[in-house]
C-alpha cells in the first residue's frame, strides 16, 4: 500500500504563487504516475496535472502555461508549482499516485484559496 501526503496549501492573493508537495510512502520511480485533481464545489473533478516515470507531462486546459509539475525520485516527491494563481483555481487539492498495477492511492487533499 502506498500512503501519499500533500502540504503546501494555503491563501494567496490572485496574481501570486505557490508550490505544492506530494510525498510518498514508496520509492516514486516504482510508480507510473503521479499527478494532482481537484474538485470545486458543485463542479466536476478536474485533471490538474500528471506526470509519468519518465517525465512526460499532461495539464488540465485551465492551467497550462501556469502549472508545472515536476517530480525528485531522490525524495519520493512530487511537486506542482502555481503561478499566476485565479480565484477560480481555489478549491481542495488532491495527490494521487498510481502504481504498475494500475491502482491509484490519493492523499487527503490540501486547500488552496486565492482570494484579494
Known amino acids: 500500500q502506498v500512503q501519499v501526503v500533500e502540504s503546501g496549501g494555503g491563501f494567496v492573493q490572485p496574481g501570486g504563487s505557490l508550490r505544492l508537495s506530494c510525498a510518498a510512502s514508496t520509492r516514486i520511480f516504482s510508480l507510473t504516475n503521479m499527478g494532482w485533481y481537484r474538485q470545486a464545489p458543485g463542479k466536476e473533478r478536474e485533471l490538474v496535472a500528471d506526470?509519468?516515470?519518465?517525465?512526460?507531462?499532461k495539464y488540465g486546459d485551465s492551467v497550462k502555461g501556469r502549472f508545472t509539475i515536476s517530480r525528485d525520485n531522490t525524495k519520493n516527491t512530487m511537486y506542482l508549482q502555481m503561478n499566476s494563481l485565479k480565484p477560480e483555481d481555489t478549491t481542495v487539492y488532491y495527490c494521487y499516485a498510481r502504481t504498475s498495477f494500475g491502482r491509484n492511492y490519493w492523499g487527503k487533499g490540501t486547500l488552496v484559496t486565492v482570494s484579494p
Open positions: 506526470i509519468t516515470t519518465g517525465g512526460i507531462t
